[in-house]
């Protein structure tokens, strides 16, 4: 039962860590799937 808990414990370390790492080095999927073209701040609401 401790290694299920181990590893219950390793993966939510791992997704949060690499949630926050990603976004930080910019390889989020908004930085990877748009182009110069597409302008993502400037719409009229």
Known sequence: MKALYAALAA???IAVASDYILDEIGFS??????????RLGDATE
């Open 11 to 13: 993966c939510v370390v």
């Open 29 to 38: 999927s908004q930085d990877r799937q748009s182009g110069a073209a597409v």
